[in-house]
């Protein structure tokens, strides 16, 4: 089942619609009237009403960041928000790890047992969804990510991968699995291993323990990596000199949105298109679980204390406001769907994708504007 490093890649990036980030770092302070200008200009291109966008972006008056205050916030963003993430999708990884250990020591594995693992799989899938706000550094420098999370998989290349890997390796070990394509790696091999079979025998529990041996090592090395690196990462070095550390976040949560909205929601839905792919943790018939996941990681992000301080600090409060009145919208409808998003009602998956649009008109057009950076040149959204 070892594929070449470079197919392998290639497979990769073609099936996950690859999308290499390219945020324009903002080396000069600029004005609140030229920001609102390029952040017009950037919508324009995606929004049927070019005057519409110009209008909405000419109200809103960018704050004054000093290169102390954002110092200070991305220092927060990163020993806050970053770490934290990254430190409990390792742990939930090490935990299943460790019942795996304990639960497949005499194969076959079934009922309590087996649910067990399945319970602390979705813990661990949930925890990797809220990381994925941090769509820049070591996770995705290395494309680690696509090591942790092959998705979208819309081939169904991890269902015959997975099966076939255990098959030619019954007695499988972490290190062969290393060497192994990103195909039968991370959350989705797991979930394929867990929830597709009513039960483990010994090659399926190998794997298990394997996978999520693998899976902890990775993780790891990424949270090492920004615990050394954070502040080279979120360039808070720079703050006097440019805007690239806010750029770089709030682009980064940006495309957490842009692409739970398109490759989560939209295409397997067939909201706006012929239905392509398959919904997240659709083995395990818990996507809402993990869309729930990145919209409560990016509502807290959006939410956060120190920044809303940053955004009412000119006395307006419109911008906050507006954003966390979009987020609690949205996550009131997705707490009334079923757990499997395929099974809720038509009108009830539009919405979810048009709150959403909403979210990402507020932010591209109300925060990001507000907090004089724009736009990068990754958007995917056609709001």
Not at 46 to 53: C, G, K, N, P, V
Not at 137 to 147: D, K, Q, V
Not at 162 to 171: E, G, K, R
Not at 207 to 231: E, F, M
Request: overall charge negative; aromatic content about 4%.
């Amino acid at each position: 089942m070892k594929i070449n490093h470079a197919l392998a890649m290639a497979l990769s990036a073609l099936s996950a619609g690859l999308l290499i980030s390219c945020v324009k770092p903002a080396d000069d302070k600029k004005s609140a009237e030229v920001d609102s200008q390029e952040v017009a200009k950037d919508n324009t291109a995606t929004d049927s009403s070019a005057e519409s966008s110009k209008e909405s972006t000419a109200q809103i008056v960018a704050v004054d960041i000093s290169p102390e205050t954002q110092k200070t916030y991305l220092t927060h963003v990163a020993e806050d928000i970053v770490l934290p993430a990254y430190a409990s999708a390792a742990k939930q990884s090490d935990l299943l790890n460790e019942l795996a250990q304990k639960h497949c020591q005499q194969a076959p594995v079934s009922g309590a047992e087996l649910q067990a693992l399945r319970a602390q799989w979705l813990v661990l899938a949930q925890a990797w969804s809220s990381a994925e706000m941090i769509n820049f550094g070591p996770a995705t420098a290395s494309m680690s990510n696509l090591y942790i999370n092959y998705y979208p998989d819309e081939r169904g290349l991890v269902h015959s991968g997975v099966s076939d890997l255990i098959a030619a390796n019954p007695t499988l070990t972490p290190e062969q699995l290393a060497g192994e394509s990103a195909i039968v790696q991370g959350v989705p091999g797991l979930e394929e291993a867990l929830f597709a079979n009513e039960s483990l025998n010994a090659g399926q529990c190998a794997y298990v323990i394997s996978a999520s041996g693998a899976l902890s090592t990775r993780l790891k090395d990424i949270d090492k990596n920004w615990q050394q690196n954070a502040t080279e990462l979120l360039a808070i070095d720079k703050s006097a000199e440019s805007d690239q550390g806010l750029n770089q976040w709030f682009n980064s949560l940006l495309s957490l949105v842009e692409t739970m909205k398109s490759n989560a929601i939209d295409q397997p839905l067939g909201l706006t298109g012929k239905a392509k792919g398959h919904l997240p943790a659709a083995t395990a018939g818990q996507s809402r679980a993990i869309i729930n996941a990145k919209l409560d990681a990016i509502n807290k992000a959006m939410t956060d204390p120190v920044l809303t301080a940053i955004l009412n600090s000119n006395d307006e409060s419109t911008v906050a406001n507006n954003l966390s009145t979009a987020l609690a919208d949205t996550t009131t409808l997705l707490a009334q769907m079923p757990e499997d998003l395929s099974a809720a009602d038509k009108d009830d998956q539009q919405a979810l994708y048009d709150h959403l649009t909403t979210v990402t008109r507020l932010i591209k057009r109300e925060l990001i504007p507000a907090l004089g950076i724009r736009v990068g040149f990754n958007s995917t959204d056609g709001d």
